[in-house]
């Protein structure tokens, strides 16, 4: 039933405009209105986004380097790389989510310096264009099935000249997460359905279309998983 219309994209556009927005803001953000599970997914986050940060300036300074922060949410990842001098343009299905990115964005980066404020546009991955050097797409994939997964991969690694980070929930911990899954994504909604990725099958979207995998990372804690994988043209 999932892909009737391509019914679940605007299901996922409705859940992170309205409920999601609220419930995910308040994970991805620093007040104590949070539960226990809430703030484990909270410290979770931000070791994944710490990891993403690593795994770039690794490779050398990203200044003056363009990024596409593909689904940016509410900007945790844009706003440390726009920190960085990074050019970003960070884009999210949900308008809720983006402007709440440029209003962080412009509180947190004001008076700073030698810095571009990131470009914020409401867009889906599927119809973004253009041309950046990395392409990082975090915490986005949970959101499709397999099927829908490749021809994502595909279309975000068309954008990127020689990097594109993705980070997914993995399939290894399937088991794991169900028993906490309920925890994560309570509700009847279909938005709150989770889809968990094998990594052959992520490896193999990406050998399709001349990636290949150079760096591997993995964020566990109690509640949340994250598998981060980096890719290069092969
Ligand atoms: N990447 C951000 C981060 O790690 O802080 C946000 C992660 S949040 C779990 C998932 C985000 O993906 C939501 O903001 C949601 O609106 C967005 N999203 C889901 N499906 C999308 C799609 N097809 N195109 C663009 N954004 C999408």
Redesign the pocket.
């Known amino acids: 039933a999932e892909e009737v219309g391509g019914g679940d994209?605007e299901v996922?556009?409705e859940y992170?405009?309205n409920d999601?927005f609220q419930r995910?803001k308040k994970i991805?953000g620093d007040t104590d209105e949070v539960n226990k599970v809430q703030l484990d997914i909270r410290i979770g986050?931000a070791k994944?986004?710490e990891n993403v940060m690593k795994m770039l300036t690794d490779e050398g300074p990203l200044r003056g380097v363009s990024v596409c922060?593909?689904?940016?949410?509410?900007?945790?990842?844009s706003i440390p790389l726009a920190k960085e001098g990074a050019i970003v343009s960070a884009?999210?299905?949900?308008p809720s989510?983006v402007s709440e990115a440029e209003k962080q964005a412009r509180e947190e980066l004001a008076g700073i310096d030698d810095l571009q404020m990131p470009k914020f546009e409401v867009?889906?991955?599927?119809s973004l264009t253009g041309k950046y050097d990395t392409v990082v797409?975090?915490?986005?994939m949970?959101?499709?099935p397999q099927s829908k997964a490749d021809a994502?991969i595909a279309h975000l690694a068309s954008l990127a000249e020689n990097r594109l980070i993705l980070?997914f929930a993995p399939k290894t911990l399937y088991y794991d997460l169900l028993k906490r899954i309920g925890e994560l994504f309570p509700g009847p909604s279909k938005a709150t359905r989770a889809y968990l990725h094998a990594e052959a099958d992520i490896e193999r979207a990406l050998q399709k279309v001349g990636w290949k995998i150079r760096k591997r990372g993995l964020t566990t804690t109690q509640f949340y998983f994250s598998r981060i994988v980096e890719a290069v043209p092969s």
């Open positions: 994209k996922v556009r992170f405009t999601g995910w991805y986050h994944t986004v922060d593909a689904g940016c949410g509410t900007g945790c990842l884009s999210d299905i949900s989510m867009s889906d991955l599927e797409c975090l915490d986005v949970i959101h499709y994502m980070s």
